[in-house]
T-cell receptor
């Protein structure tokens, strides 16, 4: 069974440019998360989806970040415009009803803003 | 709010040494507790978990016991290997929120 798939793995952009990250969760997992991981830190939740509904987006900086999960399967996280401080790894994770609280993570998308 | 505090790294050990990585938490109520591991170039993966007080999680020779009295979930291994070199994250979650709150991670380096 395929794990959580994220793309791109690496992205380098100039500040003020837009960037988008894509995530395909494990098949059958209704809950999808986007986490932000700064260098040397633990992941921090940005947004959680239950199917297509964003049920926890209190930590998402809505002035420049947006996310969508239109059909309740894959998801896109967008930053527009990017700032130098957005350089980090963006992690996607998913879980299903039978996972006993375990989250399954993708390998992450590393963003560098120059 | 909820938070997790881990000992700072890096922790450098020789092969076959005993490992302890300390983790304490602050939370209202009784969360489930987890240890995740991130090997170089790979995604985070669950190492072990415990869902209630006095539970012991174990996997791959690692163990951690949920201590309600001390709000701790220390990770231990009796004999580390070079292949255990990774970053270890302690985390908590509540069933209602279904999202993990992570500590800052502890890098373990095991030398041959």
């Amino acid at each position: 069974e395929a794990g959580v798939v994220q793309s791109p793995r690496y992205k380098i952009i100039e500040k003020k440019q837009p960037v988008a990250f894509w995530c395909n969760p494990i098949s059958g997992h209704n809950t999808l998360y986007w986490y932000l991981q700064n260098l040397g830190q633990g992941p921090e939740l940005l947004i959680r989806y239950e199917n297509e509904e964003a049920v926890d987006d209190s930590q998402l900086p809505k002035d420049r970040f947006s996310a969508e999960r239109l059909k309740g399967v894959d998801s896109t996280l967008k930053i527009q415009p990017a700032e130098l401080g957005d350089s980090a790894v963006y992690l996607c994770a998913s879980t299903g009803s039978g996972s006993s609280g375990e989250l399954f993570f993708g390998e992450g998308s590393r963003l560098t803003v120059l | 709010g909820d938070s997790v505090t881990q000992m700072e790294g890096p922790v450098t050990l020789s092969e076959e040494a005993f490992l302890t990585i300390n983790c304490t938490y602050t939370a209202t109520g009784y969360p489930s507790l987890f240890w995740y591991v991130q090997y170089p170039g790979e995604g985070l993966q669950l190492l072990l978990k415990a869902t209630k007080a006095d539970d012991k999680g174990s996997n791959k020779g690692f163990e951690a016991t949920y201590r309600k009295e001390t709000t701790s979930f220390h990770l231990e291994k009796g004999s580390v290997q070079v292949s255990d070199s990774a970053v270890y994250f302690c985390a908590l979650s509540f069933a209602g929120r279904r999202a993990l709150t992570f500590g800052s991670g502890t890098r373990l380096q095991v030398q041959p």
